[in-house]
């Protein structure tokens, strides 16, 4: 399985479970914004186009806040192929805490996906209440885990490598050969 990791505005840093989990394992690939601190929704669209385009198989999106919101955007406009999108802390664009510089992320589409989700979400989240990440998980028909009192699910969080976010990534993508 290839999977794309999608981070949210600012990249992943070296602490943040994605940057390990590249580091891990080969079948993880970045895509690549032409800004990070600065994204603009049409040209994070066109980067998601390009790596699934590049990708030899049907790859598993693996999203982070921001990222989460560019999966449900593009998933309205393209009809490339995926086996499926695990999403990590869904910020709230109406929240106090969401940057403004994606601002052209705000308006989250809400029609259900056409490929396999599931909803990671803590109950303490800055930038998203666990709420919205229910109400996003039912609007999109994405199955939701909750995974209690762990932040933003990043760098910040203290999780290192993540095994147990590794492990849900694992029982996802073994439920989408089913």
Not at 13 to 37: C, L, T, V
Not at 40 to 49: F, K, S
Not at 73 to 93: E, K, M, N, T, Y
Request: glycine fraction near 10%; include cysteine.
């Amino acid at each position: 399985m290839i999977y794309i990791n999608l981070p949210g505005i600012g990249n992943s840093g070296p602490n943040h479970w994605q940057s390990w989990w590249e580091k891990e394992d080969r079948s993880f690939r970045r895509f690549a914004p032409a800004s990070w601190e600065m994204p603009e929704l049409g040209e994070w669209i066109d980067a998601l186009n390009r790596s699934v385009k590049d990708s030899p198989t049907p790859p598993i999106l693996v999203a982070h806040s921001l990222a989460c919101l560019l999966v449900a955007h593009w998933a309205l406009r393209s009809q490339a192929s995926i086996a499926g999108a695990f999403l990590v802390a869904v910020p709230d664009p109406m929240g106090s805490n969401f940057p403004p510089e994606a601002a052209s992320f705000g308006d989250v589409p809400g029609e259900p996906f056409r490929f396999p989700a599931l909803v990671v979400a803590s109950r303490n989240d800055p930038y998203g209440r666990f709420e919205y990440a229910q109400l996003r998980a039912l609007q999109w028909h994405a199955g939701l885990v909750d995974i209690g009192e762990r932040g933003h699910i990043g760098g910040e969080s203290g999780l290192g490598d993540w095994r147990s976010g590794r492990q849900l990534l694992s029982a996802f993508e073994a439920g989408l050969r089913r």
